[in-house]
Structure formats: structure tokens, C-alpha cells
């Protein structure tokens, strides 16, 4: 075939035209980017050239992987559809293109070795849950893998958790102490294997290995992980080395095992997640949909929040008040191997204690969890990178990332601006941070609860692990305005060019970027708190939001937090702020339903708080309002963990039985709404008096909450004539409402956009300090 276009004039000399003869019609240059190196491209490549009958080569570069084809135009084109269309399954391309050039006249097609170049700006894979591959070989009887716990690949394996710096090549991951023998070797350096250039390659007699040990050193055992099972039948607790850190595991149909797991870990009643070995047996304790059921079975393997069936075998204790499981499947060999049958489900709990950091070392393992775990699974491969699981929840028919950790991190979250090179300090509960280059912005795994000192510094060293790994020296650093926040405090301390950015605007700027919105919309902020622009704590916020700035349209009525942060650990409280909001001084709390449980000498205190406004200070909080209605039903009264009275509340809640009650917006001085729950307060205490069903009292709280957000944007509308409506902020976790609500705004015209990959939660507000600093600085 003949092109003009390439301007070569080869063609004028004769010699050349001769040459040409032998070198096929065309070349071609593709640079394919993103998560395309250790994960078998090469190899992948390689077969797909020779396939298509082209020549040339394929090199690992700094940027990504680089390919050189020579053949006919239609080849090329095949080859270059085909490249992303069969992309190997831990691979995941970002970007291609591709420039077409004079051939140069390759003989054959060869994978060329990479020179010992930087390179730095490759992205890392995130650990791969094991392969079907793997899985059959491991318990093949013949295979010289059987029963190997750390079978592996180029498809799946450790990866992020395991690097210490770049390149990704075995040297520089905790797998260098390990010498592959002389079989592993040879699969390492055969490009048709599968196992060609799989870093963390390995078998029984090279690589790593399980260890049993009680409380009082090693247990000797033919078959460690057989023992361990019977270990958890038998009612026993055991701390297990994983992937990203220590599990606790027991047996999740065991009441007396869980009980004393809690107990041990200090855990009252937040949930504990199951793992169990397949969706088959999943569904017999868990009503499972399609969408949930694929997440499930990911290679990302996260946490699925799945609902409880009517039968459900699962200890009560393990999800308390709960009408959902947080369920995974098995993700190392090692755990296919541990749950065995007839264990159908395994408690698997973070191997920590309270909110300290996940442990991830043996020697903290054997003192920190000694007072817990009777027995310890350990190994001798280290965890560079400590990685929580993933959770997430099918919202509104899609996933929903409610903690973004191991199977999701470090892969980059791609936004349509230039971020330039910044640091996000995120939040305080749920810490993430965020790191961006150029377009891509690389959100931190779960740091967890900065207020541990144990927390801060894994804080301040995934930070520091994070810009070494990935090269980047950010100038600009944003962080939340909350002066008390560690994240705030880290941030003055290392300075830079420092940009405060508000807590909901962030959380809505987060949502506006993974959606691609550039323009203005209407951002719902709906939290529990943040710090607000005028000192007092928000939460319930209607925002005309900009990447660069915004305008507060309206809010939920201050009321007073009896006792600061007290009060968002005790509900009741916050049932008698509003209380007191709406019925004044004279409610009598001796002639009510409402509160009989309540100390009177108790609600005398809190109500005299409020009234001399002593340590209440004001708050906007949806949250808070979740809570008081949670109190006011008795449904908790006293939180153990964050966010347990609104999780609660929506277990029982029966929405789709429910209406809704009424709720008034009036504009104030200042020309924001402000939205007044006084109605409601006052039906939902007269229906809590007549008796009313607490499900359906919680599912017209529910409805009413969605008709708020409803009225909010209709008169965010009427104000802005914006119709794009960001949805932000961790009661956006809740399903009901939020499926509700969507339902509600898009039947009324506006368009929707939710969290997808990042979480609606503190987890999430990361990414929009960054995109809100590198837009003002990009605004001037
Ligand atoms: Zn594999
Ligand atoms: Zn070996
Ligand atoms: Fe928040």
C-alpha cells in the first residue's frame, strides 16, 4: 500500500524502491500507558504480533510499554484494536496511541530488554486476587505446586504491597531474599509461560512459607493451613499474615468465638466481615444481586455489603442490629487453603487492635495480638505497604467505594485537567491522601483515624513511601480548614504553598472530578461534620460548586451539639437538642413515651447546656439529625463505633411502606435556605406516642430526608439555573436514601452524578482538596 503522507521520498531513488520490495506496506509506533508492566504485556504482545504475521519489537519504557509493528495497514490496525480489546487480566490500559512512520524492515518480532532507565513514572499494579490458573494448579496432586500458599503469576499475586521502590523488578519487592531454584527460573525467563517475568514467582522449595505458632513459639506441623482449619472449627481464634497486614479470623457460625474476638479486639458492635469460599455458599446466608456478585468474584476482591437472607447461619454477634454482612471471597492461595471444608464462613476482621493500624509484621503480630489470637498463621514475606480491604456496597445498580484499599491502590483516578504535582492532606476519620501528577491523580489506601498516634505515623510515612515511590516532589499542599485536624497540623508543619479548602467542598469537588464535571453544580454535601466557613460545624449543605470555588445556597438549621463531640457519640443527645429546638423549655419528658428511658437528672444537664449555650456549639449536621431520630425512635441511643445509630436506622427501615412528612425551607437574612426538621420532629414524636411501627417511622424519615434533598435542589435551581447535581458525603453510604433521592431528582430533571471509584465519605475529600488547590492556583 502507498502513502504520500509520510513525505519520506524514498520512493525517487531506485535502490530504495528495491529495498522497499522486501519491508512490508507500513510501521508503526504505539505507546500503550498505564498498568501495563509486570502484569504479562510483553509476552501478550509478543503472541499477538506473531499472530497478525508483523514484525518489530516491544520494550517496557518509562512511560509505559512501547511497540514497534511493521506489516500491512490492516494488520497494524487489527493489531492495535486487539492490543486493548485482549489485554492480559491484571492489565489495564489508560491510553494508546499510535503514529505510523516509514518501515524500517524487522526480520522477526522480539520482546528488547529495558535498559536500567528511570523508570519512575510507570504506574504499579494494585495486588491481584489469585488467578483459576493458579487456583488449579495449586490443587492439582501432580503439580509441583500442590497445596503451595504462595502460587502465583504475571495474571495475579502481590504487587503494590510488596514494592518497596521502581522499577517493579524483583529485587526492589521484599520477594529479594527469596532465590528462585533453578525450575522457577527457567519459567521466569520463558516468554511463553506464564509465569515469565512474574516478580514474585516462587514454590515449596524456594520461596516463601507458612509457619503455625500458639502464643509460646512454633508449632510443628506437616500441613500448617489444615491444621489452622481445624484450629478455627474447633472454636479456636487465629491471626492471619495476609496480603496487606494481619487478619483475625474465627469461625463466623461460632457465637462463643466471636464473642470473645470482640472482646479481645474491643469491638462492641461495629461489624465484622465473613469471608466465605464462593458465592454458591455465599447465598446461602446473603441475598446476592448480579452486580454484587460480580464485584464479589473481582480480581479486586473487595468486602461486598450484601443483605442478610431470612436464614441466615452467620452469628448474630458477627453484624449486630445489622441487616447487612460485609462478605469476601478468599484472595491468596493461602486463604483457599485455610477455609476448608466444612468451614462455610470465616470471620475476617483487621488484625488490629481498636483503631490502631492493621499489624503487618510477625514480631508485632505475636505482641500485639497475643491477647487475642490463640494461634498465628505467619510467613516469611514481608509487607512493604500496609492495605486494608476494599469495601463497597451496589448502590443505585453500581458499585459505590466505601474504603478504597487493597485491589483498588495505588491505580490512578484519571481526571480531564492538568493537576500539576500536589499533595491533599484529606481528612481526619477515614484519612486517605492524595497525591496527583499532570491528569492522574493517585489517592493513598485507608489511613484510618489520625487521632491514634499509631495512625499518624503510618500517615506521615505512606506519604513519604508514596512520593518516593511515584517521583513526586509536590510544592502546592491542600488541606481541610479544620485547624484541629492532624491532616491540618501535618500540612503547616511541612508548609509549601498551602490552600485551605472547605470540608464540603471538598467532598463535592471530589464527586465533580471522578465524574468529569468542569462547570458549576449543585453540590449536596450531607455528613456528619466539617468545618464550616463561618467557624461552626456543617453537614447538611446545598453548594454552587466550581472546581475553584463556591457558594453556599442553603443548609439544615444550626442546633446545638449538647457537649461538642460528645454528642456525636451519644445520639439521645442529640434526640433532646432537637427536642428542645422544637418544642422549647416546657417538653415534658416525664409524660412522653419520647425519652423515658433517658436519666432525667441526665436530660436536666443537656438541657441546661443548650439553654446557657455552655460547650454546644452549632452544628448543620445531617448526620446529627440521622442520630437524633435514631434516639428518638430508640433504635441507639449510645454510638459504639461512627455512624452506628444512622446504620441501624436504616436496617429496620421500611421505606418503601412509608410516606413522607413534611419539611419547610424559608430563605434567611443572609438569602441561603435554611431547611427547619421542626415538622417532622413534631409528627415523628406524636407517631412515636401512638406507637407507631419503627420501621415504618424510620422509612418516613428516610423518605423525607430524599424530599429534602428534592426541595434543596429545586431551589438550588431557581437560584442558579443549574441542573448537574453533585450527590457527597458519608450518608450518601446509605442506600435507601440515596437510591431514593436519585430517583427523586432525576424524575424532576436534574442530572445525577454519584461516587463511583472514590468514597463518599472522608475517605473521598482527598481528591477534592487537590482539585480544588490546583484549580485556584490554575485561576490565579
Ligand atoms: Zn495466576
Ligand atoms: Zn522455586
Ligand atoms: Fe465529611
Known amino acids: 500500500m502507498e502513502s504520500r ?3 519520506d521520498g524514498f520512493l525517487s531513488q531506485e535502490g530504495a524502491l528495491l529495498e522497499r520490495r522486501k519491508v512490508p506496506g507500513r510501521a508503526a509506533r504505539i505507546l500503550v500507558e498505564g498498568i501495563v508492566q509486570g502484569v504479562g504485556f510483553r509476552p501478550f504482545v509478543h503472541r499477538l504480533a506473531k499472530s497478525l504475521k508483523l514484525s518489530g519489537w516491544v520494550l517496557n519504557s518509562t512511560r509505559g510499554v512501547e511497540i514497534e509493528v511493521e506489516g500491512t495497514e490492516a494488520a497494524i490496525m487489527d493489531f492495535y484494536n486487539e492490543v486493548s480489546a485482549r489485554t492480559p487480566a491484571a492489565a489495564r490500559i489508560l491510553k494508546k496511541t499510535i503514529k505510523f512512520h516509514p518501515p524500517v524492515g524487522y526480520s ?8 536500567e532507565e528511570n523508570l519512575r513514572t510507570a504506574l504499579i499494579s494494585p495486588d491481584i486476587a489469585v488467578c483459576r490458573d493458579c487456583l488449579a494448579e495449586m490443587l492439582d496432586e501432580s503439580d509441583r505446586r500442590h497445596l503451595y500458599a504462595f502460587i502465583n503469576c504475571t495474571n495475579c499475586g502481590p504487587r503494590y504491597t510488596i514494592i518497596e521502590s521502581l522499577p517493579y523488578d524483583r529485587p526492589r519487592t521484599s520477594m529479594r531474599k527469596f532465590t528462585m531454584c533453578s ?4 519459567e521466569y525467563n520463558d516468554m511463553s509461560n506464564r509465569r515469565y517475568h512474574a516478580q514474585p514467582n516462587a514454590c515449596h522449595f524456594c520461596g516463601p512459607a507458612v509457619q503455625l505458632f500458639s502464643r509460646f513459639g512454633p508449632v510443628p506441623s506437616e500441613d500448617p493451613l489444615r491444621r489452622a482449619s481445624e484450629l478455627l472449627r474447633s472454636g479456636h481464634i487465629i491471626a492471619v499474615k495476609g496480603v496487606g497486614g494481619f487478619h483475625l479470623a474465627c469461625n463466623a457460625e461460632d457465637e462463643d468465638a466471636v464473642r470473645r474476638l470482640r472482646l479481645g479486639k474491643n469491638r462492641e458492635m461495629k461489624p465484622l466481615a465473613v469471608m466465605s469460599p464462593n458465592s454458591r455458599t455465599v447465598m446461602e446466608f446473603c441475598d446476592i444481586s448480579p452486580a454484587e456478585r460480580e464485584l464479589m468474584e473481582s480480581p479486586k476482591r473487595p468486602i461486598v455489603l450484601l443483605k442478610k437472607a431470612e436464614r441466615c447461619f452467620i452469628a448474630e454477634s458477627v453484624a449486630p442490629g445489622n441487616d447487612s454482612l460485609g462478605v469476601f471471597l478468599p484472595y491468596t492461595p493461602l486463604h483457599y487453603l485455610l477455609l476448608r471444608p466444612p468451614l462455610r464462613a470465616i470471620v475476617m476482621t483487621s488484625g488490629n487492635i481498636s483503631d490502631e493500624p492493621i499489624v503487618i509484621t510477625n514480631d508485632d503480630a505475636l505482641k500485639v495480638l497475643s491477647g487475642i489470637a490463640d494461634y498465628f498463621i505467619l510467613h516469611d514475606r514481608d509487607i512493604v505497604s500496609r492495605c486494608d480491604d476494599s469495601v463497597v456496597r451496589v448502590i443505585g445498580g453500581r458499585e459505590c467505594v466505601l474504603r478504597r484499599s487493597r485491589g483498588y491502590v495505588p491505580y490512578p483516578i484519571e481526571l480531564n485537567i492538568d493537576l500539576g504535582e500536589c499533595l491533599a492532606c484529606g481528612g481526619e476519620l477515614k484519612n486517605t491522601f492524595c497525591l496527583t501528577r499532570g491528569d492522574s491523580a493517585l489517592l ?21 513511601h508514596f512520593e518516593r515511590l511515584f517521583s513526586i516532589t509536590p510544592q502546592t499542599i491542600a488541606h481541610d480548614l479544620h485547624p484541629e485536624y492532624m491532616s491540618s497540623k501535618y500540612a503547616l508543619a511541612r508548609g509549601g504553598v498551602l490552600v485551605g479548602v472547605q470540608h464540603h467542598h471538598a467532598h463535592i469537588v471530589s464527586c465533580m472530578a471522578e465524574n468529569g464535571i468542569g462547570g458549576d453544580a449543585i453540590g449536596v454535601a450531607l455528613d456528619g461534620a466539617g468545618y464550616g466557613a463561618d467557624g461552626r460545624t456543617w453537614g447538611c449543605e446545598f453548594l454552587l460548586a466550581r472546581l475553584e470555588g463556591y457558594k453556599r445556597l442553603g443548609h439544615l438549621r444550626y442546633v446545638p451539639l449538647p457537649g461538642g463531640d460528645a454528642a456525636a457519640l451519644e445520639p439521645y443527645r442529640m434526640a433532646i437538642s432537637y427536642l428542645y429546638q422544637t418544642y422549647g423549655q416546657g417538653f415534658e419528658f416525664e409524660a412522653r413515651r419520647v425519652g423515658e428511658r433517658w436519666a432525667r437528672d441526665k436530660i436536666e444537664i443537656l438541657t441546661g447546656m443548650i439553654r446557657r449555650g455552655v460547650n454546644s456549639p ?10 437524633a431520630v435514631s434516639a428518638l425512635l430508640g433504635v441507639c441511643d449510645i454510638s459504639t463505633y461512627e455512624g452506628q445509630a444512622a446504620m441501624e436506622l436504616e436496617a429496620i427501615s421500611r421505606s418503601d411502606l412509608a410516606e413522607s412528612y413534611p419539611i419547610k425551607a424559608e430563605v434567611d437574612g443572609d438569602g441561603t435556605f435554611v431547611i427547619d426538621p421542626a415538622e417532622m420532629i413534631t409528627h415523628l414524636v406524636e407517631d412515636v406516642e401512638k406507637g407507631a411501627p419503627k420501621p415504618i417511622l424510620a422509612g418516613m424519615f428516610h423518605n423525607t430526608m430524599a424530599q429534602t434533598i428534592l426541595e434543596g435542589c429545586r431551589l438550588s435551581r431557581q437560584l442558579t ?8 458525603g458519608g450518608v450518601f ?7 431514593k433521592a436519585l430517583k427523586l431528582l432525576e424524575g424532576n430533571g436534574f442530572v445525577c452524578h454519584l461516587h463511583r471509584v472514590v468514597p463518599p465519605n472522608d475517605g473521598g475529600i482527598s481528591l477534592g482538596q487537590a482539585v480544588v488547590a ?6 490565579g
Not at 525450575?183 to 527457567?186: I, Q, S
Not at 491514634?452 to 506519604?463: E, G, P
Not at 453510604?733 to 437510591?739: A, Y
Request: charged share 30%; proline share 0%; hydrophobic share 40%.
Open 5 to 7: 503522507d509520510e513525505g
Open 108 to 115: 522477526s518480532f522480539v520482546i528488547k530488554e529495558s535498559a
Open 183 to 186: 525450575e522457577c527460573e527457567r
Open 444 to 464: 493513598s489506601q485507608h489511613i484510618g483515624d489520625l487521632r491514634t498516634l499509631a495512625t499518624l505515623n503510618f500517615y506521615k510515612s505512606a506519604i513519604a
Open 618 to 627: 452549632l452544628a448543620s449536621s445531617a448526620g446529627r439529625l440521622f442520630d
Open 721 to 728: 439555573g443549574v441542573k448537574d447535581v453533585a450527590l457527597s
Open 733 to 739: 453510604q446509605n442506600k435507601i436514601l440515596t437510591e
Open 774 to 779: 490546583a484549580s485556584k492556583a490554575r485561576k
